[in-house]
């Protein structure tokens, strides 16, 4: 074997381990690339965004006030502008004098009802009244029938003693003819019989006068009764008219909720900012007239600013919420922002969603590959820039 | 001659491992005249540059001939450079 021979021997296998060494290392190197980009997942896909309001008044006038510009910082409570406000003012005076209105009814209608009120304790008095007349009309009764009992018992003593005097004189009248008593003994019981008689036909006469007596009372009774149902009727009478401010009371909560409104309305023609943020897209001065429901200009939100990227769907198994994002600006590549996954987006309009006359409308198509949909991934800024950061800026980002 | 390439091999190993060390990792994508390229491309194009320069070095050392069909090596030096570059730089 020659020197030379023996030379490219050493090169050729010197040669193979240096080719097969490239081929090994390459395959390695590919794999641990293919493996960065799976777990490591990046896009440059991706665009800066803040979330923005777009400022509409909700009352409808000409602008009084626009103390601000376009691309101006605002604070939170500061105003933006301001609407003319007399109309509404006027309206909440109105409805205040309303209100005022309903107040002095409310107590004028009181007053009335309060005699209303007086007029009912006076017919309770009235029943009262009447139910002691029934009483007085009963305790009558009951004396009408002592007396009528008492003359009852005179009645029959009188006529005991009549009975006894007309027996006395019929004992001692046929003794005359025969002498055995004197004219005056028979004339003395005569007498005694006509006594006894009067004083009978008097008794009968108490008793007939005492019955009418009981009669009476018990008349005076009914009556009384009767005066107790008339004066009941007066009370449910006098009940009855009693007026309620029921109404009116009724109508307080409406004209109370029209002054609110009316104050609300007041309220609304000054607008404030609602957060601390970047005034965009006013193309408006003072004098503009402002509709309710039409925008006037934007006001981005500076409080959290976020990297909307959009993800293919084969990373997004890599990701989840609360994953560290870097983020690059395209403005700023020097610069490396960090971030964290603050929600994965749950859909965007498919390919094929077209309706085309209330049919779906499918592609004839006979593709083979097809390229992965792209999800938007939130990505919140964790250490924004407000000197670098703009919505809609192109970012690129690097799941860690 | 070992040992000038043992330096050669000495310096690329350290300005590696510096790079490493020092984690710069700039945006994954450049601005060339208002076109955003993804930095990729440029590790390719770097990548091809290199395989050039390997291609001088295997003729240098006399091996270019027998490291294996050329189809199949200089493509994977290619490939090889980028993906370095990039795991390097851009990772």
């Known amino acids: 074997m020659t020197m030379s021979e023996v030379e490219r021997d050493e090169r050729r296998r010197k040669g193979r381990v240096v080719g097969a060494g490239i081929v090994a290392l390459t395959v390695l190197v590919v794999l641990v690339a293919v493996w960065q980009t799976d777990s490591h997942p990046r896009t440059d896909d991706a665009t800066v965004r803040v979330n923005y309001i777009t400022v509409i008044p909700e009352v409808s006038g000409l602008l009084e006030s626009l103390p601000i510009k376009d691309n101006q910082y605002v604070k939170k409570g500061d105003l933006l502008f301001s609407i003319d406000c007399r109309p509404y003012e006027y309206v909440l005076q109105q409805s205040r004098a309303n209100q005022a209105l309903l107040e002095s009814q409310i107590v004028d209608d009181k007053r009335r009802i309060a005699a209303q009120g007086s007029a009912v304790d006076a017919a309770r008095a009235g029943v009262q009244s009447s139910h002691t007349g029934v009483a007085a009309a009963v305790s009558n009764i009951d004396a009408a029938a002592a007396t009528v009992a008492r003359a ?71 009556a009384a009764e009767a005066g107790v149902s008339q004066a009941q009727a007066h009370l449910g009478q006098a009940i009855h008219t009693v007026d309620t401010v029921d109404t009116l009371m009724a109508q307080r909560p409406v004209l109370a909720a029209k002054v609110l409104d009316a104050e609300l309305n007041v309220e609304r023609c000054r607008v404030v900012a609602p957060f601390d943020g970047y005034v965009t897209n006013l193309n408006i001065s003072e004098g503009a007239y402002a509709h309710p429901g039409t925008a006037m200009f934007t006001l981005l939100d500076m409080r959290n600013w976020y990297v909307i990227a959009n993800y293919r769907e084969s990373k997004l198994r890599y990701m989840k919420p609360g994953m560290h994002a870097d983020l690059y600006l395209m403005g700023h590549p020097d610069r490396r922002f960090s971030g964290t996954i603050e929600s994965i987006g749950y859909g965007v309009l498919p390919e094929d969603a077209r309706v085309a006359e209330g049919l779906p ?32 800026e192109t970012a690129v980002s690097v799941i860690r | ?33 208002g076109s955003f390229f993804p930095a990729w491309m440029l590790c390719l194009v770097v990548g091809i540059a290199l395989t050039f320069a390997a291609r001088y070095g295997l003729m240098r050392l006399q091996i270019a001939d027998e490291v294996g069909p050329p189809a199949l090596i200089y493509p994977c030096l290619v490939a090889l450079f980028t993906c370095l570059l990039w795991l390097l730089l851009f990772r």
């Open chain 1, 152 to 222: 009852q018992s005179a009645a029959a003593a009188a006529q005991a003693q009549l009975t006894l005097a007309t027996a006395n004189l019929g004992r001692i009248e046929p003794l005359l003819a025969k002498q055995y008593v004197t004219y005056e003994q028979v004339d003395q019981a005569r007498t005694a019989v006509r006594v006894a008689q009067e004083s009978y036909n008097g008794a009968e006469s108490a008793l007939l006068q005492a019955r009418a007596q009981q009669g009476q009372a018990v008349a005076g009774k009914a």
């Open chain 1, 361 to 392: 409308e499918v592609d004839r198509t006979l593709n083979w590959v097809h390229l992965a949909a792209r999800f938007p991934v939130r990505i919140r800024v964790d250490n924004p820039d407000p000197q670098v950061f703009r919505m809609g």
């Open chain 2, 1 to 33: 001659m070992n040992g000038t390439s043992r330096g050669w091999g000495v310096k690329v190993v350290a300005s590696v491992l510096v790079l490493l060390s020092a984690g710069c990792r700039a945006a994954p994508a450049f601005d060339i005249s």
